[in-house]
């Protein structure tokens, strides 16, 4: 069977495109990358996930000696989603982390060529695009042509971007989740890291209001 | 004035590039990325490079828990040039490491985007094209299009990807340079990390035959 690195992160987009991988044929190969996030709740939740799906799991840590983002930096208050809208409509959220898509990328990209996988997968969609330039079609267009022209198993056309969640809302994202059998209990999209979701951060607020169109109850909250 | 970041290997092409940034009107600052190189010596060469250049220095260290390469797998043999030209005939050299360039320029754009810089600096080149399929100026010019949808300040039209050094060879390379007033005896290219210069691997090879044809001594061997 054709290998699959897959971007996991913990959180409910990276979950739903880890099992959309095994139902496109591919053994997963999820990829978890510990880059200093806030707090270490999503990274717990996708090593829970990777074990239910049955996937590869492999995690490595980066330590970016630069911030710049409300992410990385406790400096920075996480904005609530008042805050957040304001922030939006200057353009891109505080909550955006330089390059982080392309970084990841390229740590998949090369894991893909050493371990002869055949496609990389990221769960970026439209939603996302609205805030974050490197969550767009077009930004992930260029990163593929990055990796066929680029990598050696790109070149002899055995390699190539995956991201499938690319045209779905939320609610969309939930109802492929549940028909793929995704355990959304085991993932976390909160921003802060307490014991449960704050519900006041952008993240819970998409989350609770996909659920909600999506009509289906979230098994995070039971 | 311009920031702009430059990557950094302790090698010549880097080295000159480094140099050709600051005469293009750009303060430099150098992205020196350990990736667990066979031997410390070319981080050592870059660091003193630096300090002459008067650039401004970044160093970061990146454990890759997967291999395929022989720059980073010391159970692979290093290809002396008789071998390496065999491996070349069938395609990639085996001191290609996945996705290589691809994970360096990720990095240095996001510290670019952190620090607001206006360009990155890589000093990939056609006779390096020959062998890495991450050196071309079609994988350029493919990265240069991630940079400028896949980032904030790129999005701006204010950072892009600069590669100075694309369409010349060995000793053009070294004819810059020396215009540049580089000092040569700080920069490393031999793949082994022995007090001297191998002289037999792929990369003492192509030295000696730039700055002969280039009409230089190598200050290195002085």
């Given at each position: ?61 980066l ?53 002869r ?16 330039p ?8 260029a ?8 990598t ?71």
């Open positions: 069977m054709k290998k699959a690195v897959v971007l996991l992160s913990g959180g409910l987009d990276s979950a739903v495109t880890l099992y959309a991988s095994r139902k496109m044929g591919y053994t997963p190969y999820a990829l978890l990358i510990d880059y200093g996030q806030r707090h270490k709740k999503e990274l717990e939740f996708a090593k829970r996930l990777a074990r239910e799906c049955g996937a590869h799991l492999k995690m490595i840590k330590d970016l000696p630069w911030k710049g983002s409300s992410l990385l930096d406790k400096a920075i208050d996480i904005p609530s989603l008042r805050s957040a809208s304001r922030i939006k409509s200057l353009g891109i959220p505080s909550t955006y982390v330089p390059a982080r898509n392309t970084i990841f990328l390229s740590m998949a990209s090369s894991y893909a060529e050493a371990i996988a055949s496609a990389v997968f990221i769960g970026a969609h439209v939603e996302d695009s609205s805030g974050y490197d969550c767009r079609q077009k930004y992930l267009e990163f593929d042509r990055v990796v066929r022209v680029g050696k198993r790109g070149l002899e056309k055995r390699l190539k971007l995956e991201y499938p969640l690319i045209k779905k809302n939320k609610a969309q994202i939930i109802g492929l989740g549940r028909s793929l059998g995704v355990p959304f209990q085991y993932t976390w999209s909160c921003y802060e890291g307490l014991s449960k979701p704050c519900l006041k951060c952008d993240s819970c607020v998409l989350r609770a209001k996909g659920f909600k169109e999506a009509g289906l109850k979230d098994p995070l909250y039971e």
